[in-house]
């Protein structure tokens, strides 16, 4: 009995970049954008080094929490005088301009989100282009990975997570501490509602990481032995699903808060209150 052999079929030539006909560049262009400008506006108020806080209301911006530098201390808005620096400060007020008053919670939290798996799609589309979206070749000749210097550093983002825990729970001190009046005691502002709903939402970013999905559960043999875990495994990652969305959401709280803290603090609006 004879065998018929199967024809040998070589790669299919496509001359094109791709056979996609729906507007692929629109994700990766998009993305640029709005990364760009975030980078840009969050670099100039990072060393601005003033119209940071508002001392009557405890309203601190959270580009700047904690604050570290002498400056933070004896901050005067409207004749009003409190100190940002709660946590103590060792920056001196002539690294101003050089140095970003929150040094040690920005690099953490920048190593955070570079790290982080939703950004890393975001940042290898739209500024490697590698590739710039499914299906469509990348003007790159090789690919190496994750395995190697720099990018073996993504490996890193569990390490990254733990910080932004602590540098979250820092967030949501300021935000308790913005529930203040004019004659100290309890009060409520327009910026209270707006620093709240920024810690919020920088929660749901935070807790719906991957990382913290796998540190929950991840490791778990036998689900019903740790009923705890589980119930908490099933939340995060309910909420896992939105972490993309929560990324590019809280670029957007982080800008809110920080803009409304600044028009405060410089003088150009009144901050509206409910109560007190």
Known sequence: MSTVEAPVKSRAQIKDRTLRKDNWRLYPVTTFVIFTAWVVYATVRAFWGSAFYVPQYHYLTPFYSPCFNEICNGVTVDGHTGDAAEFGTFLPSGTRGFIPFAAISLPFLL???????????????????????????????????ERRFPLVGQNL?????????????VNTWDAVRAFHGEDGGFGIGLGTIILVANVVLLWLYTLSCHSCRHIVGGRLKNFSKHPFRY???????????RHGTYAL???GSLV??????????GGTISDPRIFN
């Open 157 to 169: 983002h569990r390490y990254f997570w733990l910080a932004a825990v602590l540098i979250s729970l």
């Open 231 to 241: 119930r908490m495994w099933g939340w995060v990652s309910k909420i896992n699903q």
């Open 111 to 145: 190593l955070f989100r570079l790290t982080c798996y939703y950004y890393r799609k975001a940042y290898y589309r739209s500024f490697w282009a590698a590739p710039s979206a499914c299906a469509v070749r990348e003007p790159h000749s090789k690919y190496t990975g």
């Open 249 to 251: 959401i809280t670029l």
């Open 256 to 265: 809110v808060a920080d803009l409304y803290v600044a028009l405060v603090a």
